[in-house]
C-alpha cells in the first residue's frame, strides 16, 4: 500500500506517539505535512516513526512539523523515518544532512541515510561558543602555573 499526500494533507503517524508502516512507495508533496510526537526516547510508545518496508521515499519540499513534549538531552537521536529503499528530496528548509531547526528551547539536526532519517539534539550555537572560551580559558589558566 503506497501513500501519497497532497498539498495541504498531513501524515501523522500517531494522534499518540506511534509507528505508522507503509508496504509501498511514500511521496509528501509540497504543502504536505510530516507530524511528528516526541515525548521521550522509546520508539513508538514516546515517539512516532514513519517505516517504509524496502521502497522509495520522495519528499516533494513538505514541511517537518516536531512537537516536543519533553526535555531531551544533548546527543539524543530520534529515527522519525526508516526503511525506505531510495530518498528523493529533503524537507522545507532542511535541504542538507547537518541542517538544524529549533523546537521551543531544543535545537535539532536532521540527517538524511540511505535509508532512515535521524533528529539528533545539538548544541546551540551561543553555548558551543561558551563551551570553547571556557575550555580555552581553562587551558590558558594551566599553562599559567
Avoid at 515517539?47 to 519533553?70: E, K
Avoid at 539534539?121 to 594551566?142: F, H, N, Q, Y
Wanted: net charge negative.
Amino acid at each position: 500500500n503506497s501513500i501519497a499526500v497532497e498539498n495541504g494533507g498531513i501524515l501523522s503517524p500517531g494522534q499518540s506517539p506511534g509507528i505508522l508502516t507503509a508496504n509501498g512507495t511514500v511521496a509528501m508533496e509540497s504543502g504536505s505535512t510530516l507530524k511528528i510526537e516526541i515525548n521521550g526516547l522509546t520508539l513508538g510508545t514516546e515517539y512516532d516513526q514513519l517505516r517504509i518496508n524496502g521502497a522509495p521515499l520522495t519528499l516533494n519540499n513538505p514541511d517537518l512539523n516536531v512537537t516536543l513534549g519533553f526535555t531531551p538531552s544533548l546527543g539524543d537521536e530520534f529515527q522519525i523515518v526508516s526503511g525506505f529503499s531510495s530518498l528523493s528530496g529533503t524537507f522545507n528548509g532542511l535541504p542538507t544532512s547537518g541542517s538544524t531547526f529549533t523546537v521551543g528551547s531544543t535545537l535539532f539536526q536532521i540527517d538524511y541515510h540511505a535509508s532512515d532519517i535521524t533528529l539528533t539534539v545539538v548544541p546551540e550555537p551561543t553555548s558551543l561558543g561558551l563551551l570553547s572560551m571556557l575550555a580555552a580559558a581553562v587551558l590558558l589558566r594551566r599553562r599559567l602555573y
